[in-house]
């Protein structure tokens, strides 16, 4: 106990779950179980009819399930009416010959030497049948009628004891015997294995022998009603313990748990602790195999109702490792201890899990705008590196004053009216004419310098694509300002058919014109 301790803790403590033990399920009404812990099917048939003659055609099958004082009774009134039979035979034929007058007369040939009454005829076959063979009393040459009913006798006792014998070693070489050896838990429980809730339960064989070709099965017994009205009692609904993975082949050497994995395809997808105290169910564990010793097939069953289903427990540990060999402790194969379990179902916990977290999950409309932002980053210092270029690419071709004083006082207000026109989705403006009336003001002059300025920013602001960060705009500004820069092939500028200045306003057109 002390190295179980050390291996789970301090608070561990076990749970005996023995019927004298302390610990004890949930108090509910005994109700009918559909199979007793033994395996034995509490089911009768009744008001079969004329059905009953079935039985009669498998005559040796019905006697081989009928119960030992039954085939004892039938085993010895059987041989007793067949002695009886065949002697009063014995008895007749010397009647009639009148064997039992001429007992006594050496002269006298009868048909079975040394029978004068019934219970010499008795002895007469009794010797016979058993092939003793005293000697005494024989059967004579002159009695034809004698030596058809031996023939009759032997071939009608070796019937007998064919039948009646091999029902006899069959009676005994059943394996239900060898299923008294197979245990089974007296509680199931149900816990985390791997993260995942289980419905557990132990089997142990308490032989050497092993049972070949083991494969262990189970079934959930549940009334139900379904969704048009009829009603099922007692379904049967199978229970999955590993067979798409091969784990319900057991190699039955030392005590197995077997695992069901409450998943949404199980029955128990929506059990819960609470649930549990309300259902009504039987869940049946048929084991079966093949016995080593005599090569017939063995079956093992028992039943859990869901009083007997433990949650939130775990079996005890009942191997250990001794000098050579592994030891099994069947004295702990029943008991349990408490683990930590949540207290709700597997469906309760996926629809928790599923639920979105509002502080986890971002919102769907502000990461597209960050992400719209991100990809459409436009700095106000492009417009300053452009006015930059346009006084360093030319030596000529000044601004006119009111345009400069335009210029200047609209300044601010030209980056604000950028930057909005950057936050849009769609594509920003790809003429002169889309640009804001100041961009198209500051467009107006004619100069070089102006033309060269005019083009950064209506390319840069109105027809890039929006991928370029502050960064590219950097390296873009540190490019000589003296070399033109060029207009892309597909510039509305140079595409147009008309002249820039059309698209100008009247006044700005009659200033270009003075100039």
């Known amino acids: 106990m002390a190295a179980l301790r050390r291996k789970f803790g301090e608070d561990y403590q076990v749970v005996n779950t023995n019927r004298a033990s302390t610990f004890s399920a949930p108090v509910k009404k005994k109700r009918q179980r559909f199979v007793d812990k033994n395996g034995r099917c509490n089911v009768q048939h009744g008001n079969l ?12 099958t019905t006697l081989v399930d009928l119960k030992w004082r039954w085939n004892l009774l039938i085993f010895i009134l059987t041989y007793t009416i067949a002695w009886l039979v065949m002697a009063s035979m014995w008895w007749i034929i010397a009647y009639i010959r009148g064997d039992l007058n001429h007992g006594h007369d050496s002269s006298y040939t009868p048909c079975v030497a040394n029978v004068y009454n019934f219970p010499s005829a008795f002895l007469f076959f009794i010797e016979t049948e058993a092939t003793i063979g005293y000697g005494y009393r024989y059967i004579t040459e ?24 091999g ?5 005994m070489s059943q394996p239900k015997k060898r299923a008294e050896t197979l245990m089974f838990s007296q509680d199931a429980v149900i816990s985390l294995r791997d993260g995942k809730l289980c ?12 049972m070949v070709s083991a494969q262990i099965r189970c079934k959930l017994i549940k009334s139900r009603q379904t969704p048009e009205g009829e009603f099922l009692p007692l379904d049967q609904c199978e229970l999955d313990v590993g067979f798409g993975t091969g784990a319900d082949q057991l190699f039955l050497v030392s005590p197995l748990t077997i695992c069901h994995e409450i998943n949404p395809k199980s029955p128990f997808f929506d059990l819960s602790q609470r649930s549990l105290m309300n259902e009504q169910f039987e869940i049946v564990v048929i084991l079966e195999g093949i016995v080593e010793t005599t090569g017939m097939t063995c079956q093992a069953r028992t039943s859990y109702t869901e009083d007997e289903v433990l949650w939130g427990h775990r079996f005890l540990p009942v191997m250990s490792l001794e000098e050579g060999f592994f030891r ?12 930590p379990t949540p207290p709700y179902s597997v469906k309760e916990h996926e629809e928790k899990n599923s639920l979105p977290s509002p502080l986890s999950t971002p919102t769907p409309a502000l990461t597209e705008s960050h992400g719209a932002k991100r990809d459409r980053v436009f700095s106000v210092d492009c417009i300053n590196t452009s006015e930059e270029r346009g006084r360093q690419g030319g030596t000529g071709g000044r601004l006119p004053s009111k345009l400069q004083r335009m210029s200047s006082s609209g300044k601010e207000d030209l980056q604000r009216k950028v930057l909005l026109l950057s936050s849009q989705h769609s594509e920003k403006a790809c003429s002169t004419g889309d640009l804001p009336l100041k961009l198209q003001r500051l467009s107006s002059s004619s100069g070089p310098e ?3 300025r005019l083009q950064l920013k209506s390319l840069k602001v109105g027809f890039e694509p929006m991928t370029q960060s502050t960064g590219d705009l950097y390296q873009h500004s540190l490019a000589p300002a003296l070399s033109p820069t060029p207009v892309p092939m597909h510039s509305p500028l140079l595409s147009g058919t008309k002249r820039l200045e059309d698209n100008l306003p009247a006044k700005l057109r009659k200033m270009n014109a003075d100039r």
Do not use: W
Not at 167 to 171: E, R, S
Not at 199 to 210: E, P
């Open 199 to 210: 419905l557990m339960f132990r089997v142990g064989n308490l032989r050497n022998s092993h």
């Open 142 to 165: 002159k009695c034809p009628e004698g030596i058809i009913l031996f023939l009759f006798q032997s071939l009608l006792g070796s019937i007998v004891d064919a039948f009646l014998i």
């Open 328 to 339: 099994v402790d069947y004295s702990q194969f029943h008991s349990t201890f408490e683990v």
């Open 167 to 171: 029902c006899m070693f069959i009676k």
């Open 49 to 60: 009819g004329g059905e009953t003659s079935r039985y009669l055609s498998d005559l040796f």
């Open 450 to 452: 102006t033309e060269n």
